[in-house]
């Protein structure tokens, strides 16, 4: 089954504990990346990765880090985190198109819960 | 850079009626995708309706179809015959004309669905 899967679903921790959030899909996809849902706010795009060894700052990337050594997999470090990043986190991927093809659908992962106290 | 607007933070609707949730988009791309989403309480997100900015129809998926005037810069999804199961948060979404540019989301459309 064609899947994102994401690890831990659900994660409490305090301020300044450095954790790290999994991201791996099954499709061979190039393009993966890192969103944050806030109430109100919609989904923000933190990082996103072209491919292996690629990847680039989305909108708010602030206070994040990510890694991509192998295709399938795109891990969301929090070096020091905050409460400020308590939030709910998607891990996306699709397929690298070319110019004007867009209908490419995204996968998402299940959601990761974080509170930061 | 693109924008989406949803303008609806929530709607009501009788169960088997239809209900239209709004989004309009700015853009300065020539070409783009535009995309909707639906979250249930459950949090995931589950792909709906995909419109290309050259499309010549509006798209259609079994009961979800997407109104899109191009003029206006809107692509509205209409739920037609609602159910239960469709009381959700619905994301609006738009990709540029680069490939690899990121979807960008409007703030959402909680929709509940009254029996």
């Known amino acids: 089954e064609a899947q994102v899967t994401q690890n831990p679903r659900y994660l409490i921790t305090v301020t300044g504990k450095k954790l790290t959030v999994t991201c791996s899909q099954n499709m061979n996809h190039e393009y993966m990346s890192w969103y944050r849902q806030d109430p109100g706010l919609g989904l923000r795009q933190i990082y996103y990765?072209?491919?292996?060894?690629?990847?680039d700052k989305g909108d708010v990337p602030e206070g994040y880090k990510v890694s991509r050594k192998e295709k399938r997999n795109f891990p969301l470090i929090l070096e020091s985190p905050s409460p400020n990043q308590t939030s709910l986190y998607f891990c996306a991927s699709r397929r690298r198109t070319s110019g004007g093809d867009f209908q490419e659908t995204q996968y998402f992962g299940p959601g990761t819960r974080l509170l930061v106290l | 850079a693109q924008k989406i607007t949803q303008t609806q933070p929530g709607m009501f609707v009788q169960e088997k009626e239809a209900v239209t949730l709004d989004c309009t988009y700015d853009t300065s791309d020539p070409s783009y995708g535009l995309f909707w989403y639906k979250q249930p309480s459950s949090g995931e997100m589950i792909f709906l309706i995909y419109q290309g900015s050259y499309d010549q129809q509006n798209a259609t998926e079994g009961r979800y179809s997407l109104n899109f005037q191009k003029a206006r810069k809107s692509a509205n999804l209409v739920i037609s015959a609602s159910q239960l199961g469709d009381s959700a948060m619905y994301f609006c979404a738009m990709r540029g004309v680069s490939g690899n540019t990121p979807l960008v989301f409007g703030k959402g459309t909680r929709l509940s669905v009254i029996a």
């Open positions: 990765s072209m491919n292996v060894e690629a990847t």
